[in-house]
Structure formats: C-alpha cells, structure tokens
C-alpha cells in the first residue's frame, strides 16, 4: 500500500504535537521590573592576604564581589551570603563576620552583593555559586582551584546557604556548585513559613486591636495608618526600646504569637516585646504575598490556621469568636513554581542534603523565628538525613544576635566534623518539655545579653 505524502506529512505532524511540551505560561513579577547598581567594594586588603573586588555578571545583571586569599592558604574557600539588604538600588557586598579568622586559618573568602536586593534567593544562590566557579579566573590564575569550598550564610543568606547545598538546588541551578558543608545562621530554613509568620502577626494584631482588614491585599499604606491604633491597644511604651503587653488584648497577641513561633522558650517575652522586631513584623502589615514582587502569585494563606492564646485542648469560645471574625486568606496556585534551566524564586529547603550543616539560631528571634529550626529539623529527618544536621540554640532576644565566639565555635564544629572528626553536640529543637526548660540553650550560649536570665 502507498501512502501518500500529504498522509506522511499529516503523521508527521500529529507525532510532533504530541511529543513537544505545552509551553510554559509566560511568568511576571514587579520584581523583573526592577533595576540595580553594582557598587565595587572597597575594602582593604588585610596584612599578607590577596584581595580581588570587582564586579561579575550575575543573574540579573552586574553583582559586585570581594574574595580575598591569605598567603597561608589552605586551599579551601568559604563562600559568605548575606542577609536582607532592603529594597533599595545599590548592591553592595556585605564582609563576613568571621573574616579575620578564616584568614588567619588559611581559608580564602568570597561574598556576591547579588545582583538584586529584596528578598532575593534565587539571585542570591545563582550569584554565589558563580563567584565560587569563577575564583580561578578572578584570581588571574595565580591560585589552582580550591580543594573544597563551604558555604555560610545569615538570615536571608541563611536561606541561600541552606538552599545551595539541597539536591533539587544542585540538580537545576544555571550555576552548579558542590559545596563540602553549610553554616546557615538565623536562617530561613522554611521558604513558605516566614511568610505565613509575616502574614499571620499583622492580621492577628490588627483584628485584637478592632482594626482588622476586611480585603486582602489591605495595600500596605493603609495598613500602617493604622500601626498607631494597633499598638496603643496592644502595647505600652516601656523605655523606647522595649514595649510592655497590654494586660488584655497585649497578653493574647503575646500568647498566639508564641505559638506561632515555635512554643515555650526561654527569651522568647524578650523578643516580643523588643520594639525594633515588633515594627520589623508589623510593618509587613498589607502585603500582598508576593514576597514584595519577588512571586508572581500570593503565597500567603490562613484559611485553615486557628489562632489561640490559651493552652487547652480546644479553643475557648473566645478563641472561636476570634478565629471566625479574622480575614481567611487562600493561596494562589502554585505561586512558587519550578523554574526552567534555574533554581526557583523562592528556592526550597527540602532536607534532601548530603553534606554537613551546622545552623545556629536565637531563641528570641521574633522576625525569623526559631519555629524554622523545627520544621527544618523536621524535613531534614523526613529526608533521612537527620545524621548530618546539628543545630544550636542561643539564648538571645535579636536577629543574628550572635558573639564572636558562638560564631568561632560553630564553624570550627563544622569544618573539623567535614573533614572526618565526630559529629559535634547540638540541641534538640523539637521536644515542646525540652525547648520550655529555663537551661534551655546554655550549652551553646557564650557570653551575657541584656535582660536576658541567667543560665541556672
């Protein structure tokens, strides 16, 4: 039988349209929208060491970077992300806390400003990742590649650390790095629950207070016009620095806010009533859950969150009441959705990990809570890989409110368990009994904060 060549190209046709993917939907955020400057570092070289500052193509346009080698060198490299650096249209790189002593120990250093601010990780992993590749070249060939390279990273650059070292991480970045072992600090180690926290609290306060938004999103403008009145109900001024609880509506915001947090903890009354962490979260207020444009769909939703302020087995009737007079909020679908040939928007934090990680949080943190120790926690062990993560808990109030030597000490925990000592101690962050007891986080905690009691 002939076939005819009409009929040969018709099947032609038909096998092509069923093997070729659907093209994906064409994704926009006011974040594409927006545009930065790289500013070259000008830090100085410290005594013996190399430094090299410039400027690097990066994800989204130019990013500055500093790396810097000691004429002891190891051979190893410590990629350094920062934090949270604000919306603004400067990049700047941010030197690391512990440069002096990875210098004087013989590692090289390197940090990317990203070449985006907001809250940024897909930029800041991607960036990162290809300053870590491109040491050779940016060293003018003088040093060989290095032998290892580790990564450690604060608050939003915790995320990034945390991220980087993942399998889906690894499997789908434009740029691949295999690091050897990650330091998150106050890390954001849960990529959707920081922005269910930011969500939650303002909504919380706001419906306490009697003000509560009626539409989502309020628009943020609004919401803080009303900041003034959500306070005055919930707080007195204590001092400037600190705010005390109302005795009504205060102690039941204080109380849902525990938690939301992560439960019974020592420090935790410390954080709450910081005045600095309280405006951080409440000026969130009115957001839309795009993580200020870096989404193209809301993330955020509370439709099946019940908030409680007492510790019974069921709420109250007043618990009730609240809960059915609150705004319900329902997510968009998929709003952080995989992304072609890079890693997505908000990248994940899975606990699919194959190398160490050591993270170290306050358990005061009121902007990134120590809840994200436990899920973390929690989705490291689910993974099966629960042998190679330890954390630490300090007993402080701030963000990143770390000493030199709680910092010194982790990371040389890290780097002698990497290279085959034994597995360093760490806490346990999940046992409601353990995390409540008044010594909780004395092992780790190094020096006296302020207002914070005594390790008994």
Known sequence: ??????????????????????????????????????????????????????????????????????????????????????????????????????????????ASSYSANSYDVQAGVEDTNALANAFVSLTGGKYAAPKKTLIVGVSMGGHVAGAAVEKETQATAKNKTAYAAALPLCGVMDEEYE???????????????????????????????????????????????????????????????????????????????????????????????????????????????????????????AEKTFNAGILRVTPAADPNPARPGTVRFLPRVNGDISVPVLTVHTTGDFYVPFKHQQLYRAVVNAAGNGERLVQRAVRAA?????????????????????????????????TPSVVAEAAYGCRFTRGTRAGVEACP
């Open 1 to 110: 039988m002939r076939v005819s060549a009409a009929l040969l190209s018709a099947l032609a046709l038909s096998a092509c349209t069923r093997t070729q993917p659907a093209p994906l939907p064409t994704e926009t955020r006011l974040h594409d929208s927006r545009t930065f400057t790289a500013i070259v570092p000008a830090l100085s070289a410290q005594p013996g060491a190399d430094l090299y500052q410039g400027k690097l193509p990066g994800l989204h346009g130019e990013a500055s970077y500093a790396l810097e080698v000691p004429a002891n060198w190891n051979g190893q490299l410590v990629m350094y992300a920062h934090g949270y650096a604000g919306e603004g249209k400067d990049l700047r790189v941010q030197a690391p806390p512990l440069r002096a002593l990875w210098l004087s120990q013989g590692y090289a250093w390197a």
């Open 398 to 430: 701030g963000h990143c409110e770390f000493t030199p030597a709680e910092l010194v000490e982790a990371f040389t925990d890290l780097v002698k368990w990497e290279a085959g000592g034994a597995k360093p101690a760490g806490d346990d962050v999940t």
């Open 195 to 317: 922005f269910q926290w930011l969500g939650d609290y303002p909504l919380v306060a706001a419906q306490l207070a009697g003000l509560g938004p009626k539409t989502f999103p309020q628009g943020q403008d609004t919401y803080r016009v009303l900041l003034p009145d959500i306070l005055a109900t919930t707080f007195s001024s204590v001092g400037g620095a600190l705010w005390q609880e109302n005795a009504t509506q205060g102690a039941k915001l204080r109380e849902i806010a525990r938690n939301l947090t992560g439960g019974a903890r020592p420090v935790f009354d410390l954080g709450f009533r910081t005045a600095q962490w309280q405006q951080a979260v409440l000026s969130t207020g009115g957001a839309d859950g795009t993580v200020t444009g870096i989404l193209p769909r809301n993330l955020y939703g509370n439709a099946g969150t019940t908030y409680r302020w007492t510790p019974g087995a069921v709420p109250t009737e």
